[in-house]
C-alpha cells in the first residue's frame, strides 16, 4: 500500500502548516491549478514570496523575536529567497476583457 500522495501532502499542510494546529484554514495550490481555479479572469501578476523568520514559541504568545540565523541575513538576501523558497503563491487577477 501506497501513501497518499499529494492529497495527503495537502492534508498534511492544512493541519500543521501554522503555529497552531488547525489555525487558519490552508490550502494548497500549484501554479497550474490557482490558474486553473481563477479560469476567466485575467492574471496580471503571480509570485511566491514569504518566509516564516520567526521562533514559533514566541510568536504564540504575540512575540515577534527573528530565529538567529534570520537576523544574520541581509534584507535583500532574505527577499531573494523568499522568491525560490516561499510559502505563499500571490496571485492578482483581474476580470476578462
Not at 5 to 17: E, I, L, M, N
Not at 29 to 39: D, G, H, I, M, P
Request: proline fraction near 3%; aromatic fraction near 18%; glycine fraction near 10%.
Amino acid at each position: 500500500g501506497g501513501g497518499g500522495g499529494f492529497r495527503d501532502v495537502d492534508r498534511q499542510v492544512a493541519k500543521y502548516s501554522e503555529a497552531q494546529t488547525g489555525c487558519p484554514v490552508t490550502y494548497t495550490y500549484t501554479r497550474k491549478s490557482a490558474e486553473k481555479l481563477l479560469n476567466g479572469l485575467k492574471i496580471q501578476s503571480l509570485f511566491v514570496e514569504h518566509i516564516f523568520p520567526y521562533e514559533i514559541e514566541s510568536y504564540k504568545s504575540y512575540i515577534y523575536k527573528y530565529v538567529w540565523y534570520f537576523k544574520m541575513l541581509p534584507r535583500s538576501v532574505f527577499r531573494l529567497m523568499e522568491k525560490f523558497f516561499g510559502w505563499h503563491l500571490c496571485i492578482e487577477a483581474k476580470l476578462g476583457e
